[in-house]
């Protein structure tokens, strides 16, 4: 099984900066790492991509936070960073951490999300 601990968000000023993280805890050895970002859900919007580091290294980011915000892994464990700068506040969400796991050198695929935490960014 996996489970994921997310830490950061809180209250920012708008230009400010603020990060995430988000850590995995893997207690079945036949789990790999195939890729961990995070999401965010604003209300009465849809849940949209905000960034995923993959397994190869490579990123992907939503278009909105692109230039703004920066994903990063560390390198001895299956933890996520999530830098945020120029903050805006329709940056102010419910950000949810997302791992993918790949279960048995490709026997199965499988999603796990974290609880979310609160990004607000407010004058």
């Known amino acids: 099984q996996v489970q994921l601990v997310e830490s950061g968000g809180g209250l920012v000023q708008p230009g400010g900066s603020l990060g995430l993280s988000c850590a995995a805890s893997?207690?079945?050895?036949?789990?790999?790492?195939?890729?961990m970002g995070w999401y965010r859900q604003a209300p009465g919007k849809q849940r949209e991509l905000v960034a995923v580091?993959?397994?190869?290294?490579?990123?992907d980011y939503g278009y909105s936070v692109k230039g703004r915000f920066t994903i990063s892994k560390a390198d001895a464990a299956d933890t996520v960073h999530l830098q945020m700068h120029n903050l805006k506040p329709e940056d102010t969400a419910v950000y949810y951490c997302?791992?993918?796991?790949?279960?048995?050198?490709?026997?199965?695929?499988?999603?796990?999300w974290g609880k979310g935490t609160l990004v607000s960014v407010s004058s």
């Open positions: 997302k791992a993918v796991y790949e279960y048995g050198f490709g026997l199965a695929m499988y999603d796990y």
């Open positions: 893997v207690s079945d050895h036949m789990y790999s790492f195939n890729n």
């Open positions: 580091f993959r397994w190869n290294n490579n990123t």
